[in-house]
């Protein structure tokens, strides 16, 4: 079992920055792929980025340029650092593990860019 606990989000303006962390427990993060989904209201979730145990990231083309993944093993974190922020990026923001077949996902947290 593996409990994910978002926490960061909140009311952003339009060019600005948030941060988002998700504490995993469980002794394997290290070697877990991570990765952010959103959900828009009204919308499906959609994959946000993701990085592997070694360090590779990939990102979809709607954050590119704009939005780092990022982990701290040691903590048990993984981290989405959000920069020049658009009202379409308002959306509640999920981190995401895959272990052993199945899927593993936090409550979410709220992210709200105003223009």
């Known amino acids: 079992q593996v409990q994910l606990v978002e926490s960061g989000g909140g009311l952003g303006q339009a060019g600005g920055s948030l941060r988002l962390a998700c504490v995993s427990s469980?002794?394997?993060?290290?070697?877990?792929?991570m990765a952010w989904y959103r959900q828009a209201p009204g919308k499906q979730r959609d994959w946000v980025a993701r990085?592997?145990?070694?360090?590779?990231?990939d990102y979809s083309d709607s954050v590119k340029g704009r939005f780092t993944i990022s982990r701290n093993n040691a903590k048990n974190t993984l981290y989405l650092q959000m920069n020049s922020l658009k009202p379409e990026d308002t959306a509640v923001y999920y981190c995401?593990?895959?272990?052993?077949?199945?899927?593993?996902w936090g409550p979410g947290t709220q992210v709200t860019v105003s223009s």
């Open positions: 990085i592997g145990s070694g360090g590779y990231t």
């Open positions: 995401y593990r895959r272990r052993s077949g199945s899927d593993y």
């Open positions: 469980g002794s394997d993060f290290s070697i877990a792929t």
